[in-house]
């Protein structure tokens, strides 16, 4: 699996540099109960959740899948709105805090998934994994339910308040 190269940390999401994604913006939500950072363009957002009360929200870790890339290695639940076409998918990690990726289109997601990934600021030594590579779907039954809240989605223009 190959590595990204950041050219932008925002909390632990990594972003590559690529024509396909040159503008993009970062957003940071904090409302009460609920806090987040996000990656996003016109066509996609990469959020992850700073904290949440929603604890009993993570799938059974017995279900988690490895990846490894190099000798690092993570583990990982993948659950999408479509196994095999996504646009929306939510990803439970061991070590790190839930990611959801939402996008227009499935090309969108397929751009969204290529370009941005998982950093390890705390080690330099560590590889970072770009969420393409995490495609394995965790087994069911779990219901697709993403944390991104549809108010505050920024796909849905005009629909916010």
Same mark, same amino acid.
């Given at each position: 699996?190959?590595?990204?190269?950041?050219?932008?940390?925002?909390?632990?999401?990594?972003?590559?540099?690529?024509?396909?994604?040159?503008?993009? *913006?970062?957003?940071?939500?904090?409302?009460?109960?609920?806090?987040?950072?996000?990656?996003?363009?016109?066509?996609?957002?990469?959020?992850?959740?700073?904290?949440?009360?929603?604890?009993?929200?993570?799938?059974? /870790?017995?279900?988690?899948?490895? =990846?490894?890339?190099?000798?690092?290695?993570?583990?990982?639940? /993948?659950?999408?709105?479509?196994?095999?076409?996504?646009?929306?998918?939510?990803?439970?990690?061991?070590?790190?805090?839930?990611?959801?990726?939402?996008?227009? *289109?499935?090309?969108?997601?397929?751009?969204?998934?290529?370009?941005?990934?998982?950093?390890?600021?705390?080690?330099?030594?560590?590889?970072?994994?770009?969420? =393409?590579?995490?495609? *394995?779907?965790?087994?069911?039954?779990?219901?697709? =339910?993403?944390?991104?809240?549809?108010?505050?989605?920024?796909?849905?223009?005009?629909?916010?308040?």
């Amino acid at each position: 699996m190959a590595s990204l190269v950041c050219i932008a940390v925002v909390g632990i999401l990594c972003v590559s540099r690529a024509a396909d994604i040159e503008n993009f *913006t970062v957003d940071h939500y904090e409302g009460g109960l609920y806090g987040s950072v996000s990656v996003k363009t016109d066509d996609w957002v990469v959020d992850q959740s700073l904290y949440s009360d929603c604890s009993g929200c993570v799938p059974d /870790r017995k279900l988690y899948v490895k =990846a490894c890339s190099g000798t690092d290695c993570l583990l990982y639940y /993948r659950h999408c709105d479509d196994a095999d076409r996504p646009t929306a998918c939510s990803y439970f990690f061991d070590d790190y805090p839930p990611i959801d990726v939402l996008a227009k *289109t499935e090309a969108d997601f397929q751009v969204a998934v290529s370009h941005v990934g998982l950093s390890s600021p705390a080690d330099a030594h560590k590889s970072n994994f770009p969420l =393409a590579a995490l495609s *394995t779907e965790g087994p069911g039954p779990y219901r697709f =339910a993403p944390m991104l809240n549809y108010l505050r989605n920024p796909l849905n223009k005009g629909d916010s308040k």
